[in-house]
């Protein structure tokens, strides 16, 4: 099955700087690679995603970019503020499951010091 | 924009008893919920896939005897944490999709802390 492996596990930046985070997965097949931001305590929120057909995607201070070939993608955030500071998560959604399961990366922690 | 919404959003119980978990999508109907658990500082675990009217399929290495899931309705599914023990203390959340819109991603309830005691 779809296995996605993101590092680093920890990023700590300085309000202001970028921060970026990455991801891998082993199922070629696989279409949609959503990323979320968790507060402690709280749900995950989607903040942005790319599909396959696509290899790059921006929302303001955040961009995503997907290399098919290597089967890697990465999230881009830019101008850092300390409400940044979350867990990331980054997922892939296997087409062999009909794209219905959506498989999570181990998480980033990422700390935005002011 | 789709909701979910889960309940209760947390839970203290006692081992050995049961726990049951409500997962309604509000503005949609869901056919397939997804219901996931993690451990503090660790990622979300697919435990298993919710389909409406039929039986769940769980993922390898969740116990079904264990974790009874019901979907009941287009909008509801539950999820009983049977004799609970210490070990399935953890934050439960339930996610589905709002298939009106192709591939659209996950919404996730607000979870459920299960602290068994």
């Known amino acids: 099955g779809e296995n996605v492996e993101q590092h680093p596990s920890t990023l700590s930046v300085q309000e202001g700087d970028s921060a970026v985070i990455k991801c891998t997965y082993s199922d070629s097949a696989s279409n949609y690679f959503p990323w979320y931001k968790q507060e402690l305590g709280k749900r995950p929120q989607l903040i942005i995603d790319?599909?396959?057909?696509?290899g790059e995607k921006k929302d303001q201070r955040i961009a995503v970019t997907l290399n098919k070939t290597a089967k890697h993608f990465s999230l881009h955030i830019t101008e850092t503020q300390p409400e940044d500071s979350a867990v990331y998560f980054c997922?892939?959604?296997?087409?062999?499951?009909?794209?219905?399961?959506?498989?999570f990366g181990a998480g980033t922690r990422l700390f935005v010091k002011a | 924009g789709a909701v979910v919404s889960q309940h209760p959003s947390w839970v203290i119980c006692k081992s050995g008893t049961s726990v049951k978990i409500e997962c309604r999508s509000l503005?949609?109907?869901?056919?397939?919920m997804f219901w996931y658990r993690q451990f503090p500082k660790q990622s979300l675990m697919l435990m298993a896939t919710s389909n409406e009217g039929s039986k769940a399929t769980y993922e390898q290495g969740v116990e079904k005897d264990k974790f009874l899931i019901n979907h009941a309705s287009l909008t509801l599914s539950t999820l009983t944490v049977t004799s609970a023990h210490p070990e399935d203390s953890s934050f439960y959340i339930c996610?589905?999709?709002?298939?009106?819109?192709?591939?659209?991603?996950?919404?996730f309830g607000n979870g459920t802390r299960l602290t068994v005691t």
């Open positions: 503005d949609f109907q869901a056919t397939t």
């Open positions: 790319i599909r396959s057909n696509v």
């Open positions: 996610s589905a999709r709002d298939l009106r819109t192709e591939n659209s991603p996950l919404h």
């Open positions: 997922a892939a959604s296997p087409v062999s499951t009909g794209g219905f399961k959506t498989i």
